[in-house]
């Protein structure tokens, strides 16, 4: 039985990937920090399944434990300080984590069991101001904010330790997915929460920042069968997952409001406190390579996600979630 150790599983992605290798047959492994406030939320239907281990990545000797413990043939590692705003006010935690945390992992697997095959979590905001459209595995970075700083750090320490070491270590650059299991800090969430909300007769407007940013927004249950895909092939590499499509802000605004059949200038206020110091204008990636290589496509369309994400917050207010 293959095995696969999880950082992270406790958010978004971790919740689908997790379910993903179950349905597949692995035993997964979940890595959590020891922390009153995390929250199962997200894995609590598939919970009795998971096998729970601790390790924190700023604790590279709880990282190996972890590995030890857990012995996985592959190690997913989407665990980090993932909102971009905030990597602005905790620029220092960001780095620990989201970049030397990586560092950690990877030594940890090098000394425990370099065999095991290793995904590190790539971003699109590492492209920040971007120098190609559409955006490749080739393109070269120029991040617009801490976090996106801290995982181009990560990503060229995977690249490191695959040439250097000989591991299977591949990063998937990932850009903008969403789903109903979304913290609500971000814009799909707070979009599609807020418009839920006013439906609903819980609150009257939504503040919002930049309405003209465009993202490439694809379904994060699309996303991890990427992440999966990558670590059984016979080489490791890198890769970019995305539609290939943008959207802005404005176009998920009008959508989420059609959906319940609201106008949105009645309800909308723009605030420049959600404006960020470096705003990232365009991003849209190219997803070429992860097609032919990987044989992947994106299955749900942004239309369907934005239904998605508006459906079940119509029907039940969310509380705020954790990462």
Excluded at 120 to 136: H, L, N, W, Y
Aim: glycine fraction near 8%; charge should be negative; aromatic fraction near 8%.
């Amino acid at each position: 039985m293959p095995t696969a150790l999880i950082t992270g599983i406790t958010g978004q992605d971790g919740s689908y990937l997790a379910e993903l290798l179950l349905d597949k047959g692995y035993e997964v492994w979940g890595m959590v920090r020891r922390a009153s406030t995390e929250s199962y939320d997200r894995i609590e239907h598939i919970r009795e399944r998971i096998h729970f281990v601790q390790g924190d990545l700023l604790d590279q000797p709880s990282l190996t434990a972890a590995l030890v413990q857990s012995e996985p043939t592959e190690v997913y590692n989407l665990a980090a300080q993932s909102f971009v705003p905030t990597s602005w006010s905790q620029p220092v935690l960001t780095a620990e984590f989201t970049a030397v945390g990586v560092t950690r992992l990877l030594e940890a697997i090098r000394q425990v069991n370099p065999g095991i095959r290793f995904y590190q979590a790539s971003s699109s905001e590492m492209f920040g101001k971007v120098r190609d459209i559409p955006q490749t595995e080739l393109t070269p970075l120029y991040p617009r904010s801490p976090y996106g700083v801290a995982k181009c750090y990560g990503h060229y320490i995977t690249v490191n330790y695959r040439e250097s070491y000989d591991m299977h270590a591949s990063s998937g650059i990932l850009f903008n997915h969403e789903s109903p299991r979304r913290g609500l800090e971000f814009v799909t969430r707070k979009v599609t929460d807020g418009v839920a909300r006013i439906k609903l007769g819980l609150a009257t407007e939504l503040r919002l920042g930049n309405l003209d940013a465009q993202r490439d927004w694809g379904f994060a249950g699309d996303y991890v069968r990427a992440m999966w895909l990558m670590l059984q092939q016979d080489e490791p590499d890198d890769y970019v997952v995305a539609t290939g499509q943008t959207h802005t802000v404005q176009r998920l605004v009008d959508l989420s409001f059609a959906r319940v059949g609201l106008d949105p200038a009645d309800h909308v206020v723009l605030d420049p406190a959600f404006v960020r110091p470096a705003e990232v204008d365009l991003l849209v990636g190219d997803p070429g390579k992860a097609k032919d290589v990987l044989g992947w496509t994106p299955e749900v369309s942004f239309e369907e996600l934005v239904n998605m994400m508006v459906r079940p917050a119509e029907r039940v207010p969310q509380p705020p979630s954790g990462h």
